[in-house]
């Protein structure tokens, strides 16, 4: 895993709940199945062994995560998702129209409040996700 998709996970998976530490528990036993890149961002896809189990609420979003990139004019945004109770993807994007640098360096990595606001960083589908206490 580089460096950048290391410390955006960081950043996604960063607070003290239960939904958080599931991720942090399969994202420790995944592997990477693919990296792809598409253009502004890339998707970074993981395999979880069948035998880490699967965890409720099947299907979590979670995207309060941005950056800023070395000699890029624009920010960018980090997204994690969980389908069928696993985490599934990684993705990360730059705003505006910029392409992706061939080797990008992380400058900054912040959340689009501060503090973070836990309880409105999370989605459930389209509704907003209310975690634990």
Do not use: C
């Amino acid at each position: 895993m580089s460096e950048i998709e290391r410390k955006l996970l960081d950043a996604l998976l960063e607070n003290d709940d239960p939904i958080l530490d599931s991720l942090r528990a399969q994202l420790a036993e995944s592997k990477i199945e693919s990296r792809e890149l598409s253009g502004s961002g890339f998707f970074l896809n993981f395999e979880i062994p069948d035998s880490v189990p699967k965890i409720t609420p099947e299907r979590i979003i979670i995207g309060d995560v941005y950056f800023d990139l070395e000699g890029v004019q624009h920010d960018g945004g980090a997204i994690i998702f969980r389908e069928n109770g696993y985490l599934s993807m990684l993705e990360a994007y730059l705003n505006g129209d910029e392409e992706w640098p061939d080797q990008p360096r992380l400058s900054r990595v912040f959340y689009d409040s501060n503090p973070r606001d836990w309880a409105t960083s999370i989605m459930r589908g389209q509704k907003r996700w209310q975690p634990s206490s």
